[in-house]
């Protein structure tokens, strides 16, 4: 047997436009890249501070402009909004540049078992 590979199957290009488009918005190659601490992860991890420091973007984009990005992709997908008045999830943030607590918007991509999740979330 031999595998094809088709880098431009339309569903996953839709799933990249997705991602793409909830940051409408956000300046490309903007040069705020600081460390950045992730507190409290609660839930399963209730209890437990991640402590190691990685490399973050800074997210210029205001909440309410993420939030009207985000429901333009739900309405674009045809995604249910079970109620348009609850803000987007999120986990704070420690931002060691600003010496603040920060939001950091949570999303979920869902997609069948292997249509490509991987090669999406690459591309």
């Known amino acids: 047997m031999k595998l094809q590979f ?15 488009g909830l940051f409408d918005g956000q300046p490309q190659d ?9 507190g409290d992860w609660g839930g399963l991890f209730a209890g437990q501070t991640r402590t190691e420091l990685g490399v973050g973007n800074h997210l210029l984009l205001a909440p309410d402009k993420l939030l009207i990005n985000a429901r333009a992709v739900q309405g674009r997908n045809d995604i249910e ?5 609850v803000p987007l999830e999120s986990w704070e943030l420690f931002d060691t540049a600003t010496n603040e607590a920060r939001a950091c918007p949570h999303f ?16």
């Not at 903007?30 to 992730?38: N, S």
Request: charge should be negative; glycine fraction near 4%.
């Open 81 to 85: 909004i079970a109620d348009p008045a």
């Open 108 to 123: 979920s991509i869902e997609m069948e078992t292997g249509t490509g999740k991987t090669y999406v979330y690459l591309r």
């Open 30 to 38: 903007a040069p705020e890249y600081t460390p950045i601490e992730v």
């Open 6 to 20: 088709d880098a431009n199957q339309q569903y996953q290009l839709d799933a990249v436009a997705a991602v793409t």
